[in-house]
């Protein structure tokens, strides 16, 4: 009995704690200094956060074509064997 009452006294203790814990923040700009700032920094593209953070890569152009690469394969089969041996080796085949 008691120790029901322990854990129902502690879950009442922390079900009161704010998550996560606040803290106190006073603002040392004025929400008109704040706007200005903003638009200054999108007139200058530095808030294009999603390009800056996450940038859009062209694809590399292959160095060799299909082609190319198949006939290579086809002109050296026991170096193409051998490195499909490996592959399987490493793959646990």
């Known amino acids: 009995m008691i120790t029901a009452t322990l ?3 502690t879950g009442a203790v922390f079900a009161e ?3 996560p814990p606040e803290v106190s923040f006073a603002s040392n700009k004025t929400r ?5 700032e903003l638009k200054q920094e999108s007139d ?3 808030l294009n956060s999603p390009a800056s ?3 859009v890569l062209q694809p590399a152009a ?4 299909r082609a190319a690469v198949k006939a290579e394969l086809n002109a050296d089969a ?3 064997n051998r490195e499909l041996d490996v592959l399987r ?3 646990g085949h």
């Open 53 to 55: 953070t996450n940038p």
């Open 44 to 46: 200058e593209g530095g």
């Open 89 to 91: 080796i490493n793959a």
């Open 62 to 65: 292959p160095a060799t074509t």
């Open 7 to 9: 854990v129902a006294a």
């Open 78 to 80: 026991t170096v193409a």
């Open 17 to 19: 704690a704010s998550y």
């Open 32 to 36: 008109a200094e704040v706007i200005a």
